[in-house]
């Protein structure tokens, strides 16, 4: 293993095979585990139970593509129902006790379309076979076993309208036709569609109605800096609950009265962090838990029958995070999953009329989980006084100080990072590098303040904060600050380019993956049904037109003449979110000054590599790119 990882080091060069024979042996005491061990599709994922209780589905590989596999519960064998060879699949679910449903796209375009087929195989039926067109579940309906809903931007490209499908004959019918100005619906427990979302570019309005015959009327109008999300309708459908920070800082969950338009009490707020989940139990009509996000998951249980499952369930498997995947209809069959830090975890059957827990399978059962590497909580002051959380994740084997290091900011760049497992950190730090992960202004889970301190900061006090944080690891002497690099994806692609254009002098090399580096010509080539939501990112970004000095400012392919450090750029082709221009531009600018940048382009791809081969050629030349650069 170790000297298969030598041998491809060499392909460097000299230089590279200086620096591999130090990491070599700093890492003696840590196994090197193979790069495609943390890449390549897990063993099994994904189990799901039908609604019976008496099936299991899981994905597993056929032919290095992700297909639906069944079992009867109890049962050692499965059998393989769909035959996928261009694209995995990612997400499906059971219709009924009979018929799986699942979704694909073409080469990563995103124009998601539906697909049916039968639990014991057979032929497979496309539902919704429209080019160019993007389908989005609403509502399984559960309790109607031929038919589903479905937003889809067929009748125009830019909105999405909710039809009825029904899964055996594929008939549709549209039962909410889109005005132009919705950007999101909301059903009952009926299946109803109940309430709309409608916006005009900047301000929000959350539209009711009590039947479908009914018209909408306004409930609740805000700014879209005031967040207003029903989430789960009462269970007898008068009233519903609603993620709010209306008047607040953070989000709150709320039971709001759409008869009177008003809030009717807070069900529960956290004064640090924002809180968004909520689950129930359909069965038994009650709510069970609220979840949020600190450095990791926490729950509040509200139901003593939903704390004695999880209870249960970490006395049986202790040391991991626990959620729960899926359940049967009756809930008395629940599908577990189990992670963290270090572990992809595994799947196992809670049976509670048995009151037995039985192992599926591991998720990845070739990582050896003591090699790896934990990854814990940090925060920093940035220079404005901004406290900035993160995670810092150092190679096993290895005296914590002066170690390379592979700055991580995440994409988003409205999202987060979480604590558990990442096959590209884990990665990184066993090839001995550090990996440090911020969650930089505007990330979020930390409020609206926090949030709105990142508009029109692209390149500014947001890389601020990633540059304060390589700041706080090389005065904590965990840092070599010779030998710091950047890598992201998305807005992540996007910091990599700012960091070696407007901070040159941090970094020894950058990695940028799908990432924009023209915020003027990205406004302009997003997704259609992106476009009613472009005048908040107006807000949020900058306007090309009225504030086109700001966007040039801050696109770092204005500004390459100060990049002084390598760069490799690795693009989908397919990508509908940054276009292949944000990467194209970049690559020209530099080669007209004459440097020859290292440029991966996948056919096949969009927004991310998701076929295990173009992700094995990617994290291969970003191995050896970092070890070239970082190593020596």
Request: glycine share 8%.
């Given at each position: 293993m170790i000297k298969r990882f030598f041998a491809g080091m060499l392909l460097g060069g000299a230089v590279l095979v200086v620096g591999t024979v130090v990491l070599y042996h700093q890492l003696v005491h840590t196994q090197m585990i193979p790069l495609r061990d943390f890449f390549r599709n897990p063993e099994k994922t994904g189990y799901q139970i039908s609604p019976d209780g008496t099936y299991l589905s899981y994905l597993a590989s056929y032919q290095d593509r992700l297909n639906i596999f069944v079992q009867p519960?109890?049962?050692?064998?499965a059998t393989r129902i769909t035959s996928v060879s261009d694209r995995d699949i990612r997400s499906y679910f059971w219709k009924n006790n009979d018929q799986i449903i699942y979704f694909r796209d073409s080469n990563g375009d995103e124009n998601a379309h539906l697909f049916t087929v039968n639990k014991e195989g057979g032929a497979v039926r496309e539902l919704t076979p429209f080019d160019g067109v993007r389908v989005e579940l609403e509502d399984e309906l559960e309790d109607d076993e031929h038919n589903v809903l479905i937003g889809m931007n067929k009748r125009d490209k830019k909105v999405f309208d909710i039809y009825r499908l029904n899964v055996v004959t594929g008939d549709l019918k549209i039962v909410a036709k889109n005005p132009?100005?919705?950007?999101g619906w909301f059903t009952d427990h009926a299946g109803k569609v109940r309430v709309a979302i409608a916006s005009d570019g900047v301000n929000r309005k959350v539209l009711y109605r009590e039947t479908?015959?009914?018209?909408?009327?306004?409930?609740?109008?805000?700014?879209?800096?005031?967040?207003?999300?029903?989430?789960?309708?009462?269970?007898d459908?008068?009233?519903?609950?609603?993620?709010?920070?209306?008047?607040?800082d953070k989000k709150v969950i709320v039971a709001f009265d759409p008869r009177t338009a008003q809030e009717t009490g807070v069900l529960f707020e956290q004064p640090a962090f924002d809180v968004g989940g909520l689950s129930y139990s359909k069965k038994r009509k009650v709510l069970?838990?609220?979840?949020?996000?600190?450095w990791k998951t926490e729950r509040v249980f509200l139901d003593e029958e939903a704390r004695a499952l999880f209870d249960r369930l970490e006395h049986a498997l202790p040391g991991y995070e626990i959620s729960i995947a899926d359940h049967n209809k009756n809930e008395d069959k629940f599908v577990v999953r189990t992670y963290s830090d270090r572990s992809l975890g595994a799947y196992y059957l809670c049976d509670r009329a048995t009151d037995t827990i039985t192992k599926l399978a591991a998720v990845s059962p070739?990582?050896?989980?003591?090699?790896l590497a934990p990854m814990k909580p940090i925060s920093y002051t940035a220079r404005d006084g901004q406290t900035i959380h993160g995670y810092l994740t150092l190679p096993n084997g290895l005296t914590q100080k002066n170690l390379p290091v592979v700055v991580n900011p995440h994409g988003g760049p409205w999202m987060r990072d979480s604590w558990g497992y990442d096959p590209e950190v884990q990665f990184l730090a066993n090839r001995g590098y550090a990996v440090l992960q911020m969650n930089y202004r505007g990330s979020t889970g930390y409020g609206k303040k926090f949030w709105e301190l990142s508009f029109k900061q692209w390149g500014k006090a947001m890389q601020d904060d990633i540059s304060d944080g390589v700041a706080w690891l090389i005065e904590q002497g965990i840092a070599d600050p010779k030998r710091i690099g950047i890598y992201g994806g998305s807005y992540g692609g996007y910091a990599t380019l700012a960091g070696l254009t407007f901070t040159p002098e941090l970094y020894a090399c950058g990695v940028?993956?799908?990432?924009?580096?023209?915020?003027?010509?990205?406004?302009?080539?997003?997704?259609?049904?992106?476009?009613?939501?472009?005048?908040?990112?107006y807000e949020q970004i900058g306007h090309p037109e009225k504030e086109k000095e700001l966007l040039m400012a801050a696109s770092p392919v204005f500004h390459v003449d100060k990049i002084r450090v390598p760069l490799f750029i690795a693009q989908g082709k397919m990508d509908p979110r940054v276009n292949i221009n944000e990467s194209n531009q970049m690559v020209a600018a530099l080669k007209e000054r004459g440097i020859d940048v290292p440029y991966m382009v996948k056919d096949n791809e969009g927004h991310g590599f998701h076929n295990q081969e173009n992700r094995f050629d990617f994290y291969a030349a970003m191995e050896q790119?970092?070890?070239k650069y970082l190593q020596a």
């Amino acid at each position: 293993m170790i000297k298969r990882f030598f041998a491809g080091m060499l392909l460097g060069g000299a230089v590279l095979v200086v620096g591999t024979v130090v990491l070599y042996h700093q890492l003696v005491h840590t196994q090197m585990i193979p790069l495609r061990d943390f890449f390549r599709n897990p063993e099994k994922t994904g189990y799901q139970i039908s609604p019976d209780g008496t099936y299991l589905s899981y994905l597993a590989s056929y032919q290095d593509r992700l297909n639906i596999f069944v079992q009867p519960v109890g049962a050692d064998g499965a059998t393989r129902i769909t035959s996928v060879s261009d694209r995995d699949i990612r997400s499906y679910f059971w219709k009924n006790n009979d018929q799986i449903i699942y979704f694909r796209d073409s080469n990563g375009d995103e124009n998601a379309h539906l697909f049916t087929v039968n639990k014991e195989g057979g032929a497979v039926r496309e539902l919704t076979p429209f080019d160019g067109v993007r389908v989005e579940l609403e509502d399984e309906l559960e309790d109607d076993e031929h038919n589903v809903l479905i937003g889809m931007n067929k009748r125009d490209k830019k909105v999405f309208d909710i039809y009825r499908l029904n899964v055996v004959t594929g008939d549709l019918k549209i039962v909410a036709k889109n005005p132009g100005n919705v950007v999101g619906w909301f059903t009952d427990h009926a299946g109803k569609v109940r309430v709309a979302i409608a916006s005009d570019g900047v301000n929000r309005k959350v539209l009711y109605r009590e039947t479908e015959s009914d018209p909408f009327k306004i409930l609740v109008t805000t700014h879209f800096k005031d967040y207003f999300v029903p989430v789960l309708f009462s269970f007898d459908n008068t009233f519903f609950y609603a993620v709010s920070n209306i008047q607040r800082d953070k989000k709150v969950i709320v039971a709001f009265d759409p008869r009177t338009a008003q809030e009717t009490g807070v069900l529960f707020e956290q004064p640090a962090f924002d809180v968004g989940g909520l689950s129930y139990s359909k069965k038994r009509k009650v709510l069970t838990a609220i979840s949020y996000t600190s450095w990791k998951t926490e729950r509040v249980f509200l139901d003593e029958e939903a704390r004695a499952l999880f209870d249960r369930l970490e006395h049986a498997l202790p040391g991991y995070e626990i959620s729960i995947a899926d359940h049967n209809k009756n809930e008395d069959k629940f599908v577990v999953r189990t992670y963290s830090d270090r572990s992809l975890g595994a799947y196992y059957l809670c049976d509670r009329a048995t009151d037995t827990i039985t192992k599926l399978a591991a998720v990845s059962p070739w990582l050896p989980e003591k090699s790896l590497a934990p990854m814990k909580p940090i925060s920093y002051t940035a220079r404005d006084g901004q406290t900035i959380h993160g995670y810092l994740t150092l190679p096993n084997g290895l005296t914590q100080k002066n170690l390379p290091v592979v700055v991580n900011p995440h994409g988003g760049p409205w999202m987060r990072d979480s604590w558990g497992y990442d096959p590209e950190v884990q990665f990184l730090a066993n090839r001995g590098y550090a990996v440090l992960q911020m969650n930089y202004r505007g990330s979020t889970g930390y409020g609206k303040k926090f949030w709105e301190l990142s508009f029109k900061q692209w390149g500014k006090a947001m890389q601020d904060d990633i540059s304060d944080g390589v700041a706080w690891l090389i005065e904590q002497g965990i840092a070599d600050p010779k030998r710091i690099g950047i890598y992201g994806g998305s807005y992540g692609g996007y910091a990599t380019l700012a960091g070696l254009t407007f901070t040159p002098e941090l970094y020894a090399c950058g990695v940028d993956y799908v990432g924009v580096s023209n915020l003027l010509t990205f406004l302009k080539t997003i997704p259609e049904y992106w476009k009613p939501l472009l005048e908040v990112m107006y807000e949020q970004i900058g306007h090309p037109e009225k504030e086109k000095e700001l966007l040039m400012a801050a696109s770092p392919v204005f500004h390459v003449d100060k990049i002084r450090v390598p760069l490799f750029i690795a693009q989908g082709k397919m990508d509908p979110r940054v276009n292949i221009n944000e990467s194209n531009q970049m690559v020209a600018a530099l080669k007209e000054r004459g440097i020859d940048v290292p440029y991966m382009v996948k056919d096949n791809e969009g927004h991310g590599f998701h076929n295990q081969e173009n992700r094995f050629d990617f994290y291969a030349a970003m191995e050896q790119f970092l070890a070239k650069y970082l190593q020596a």
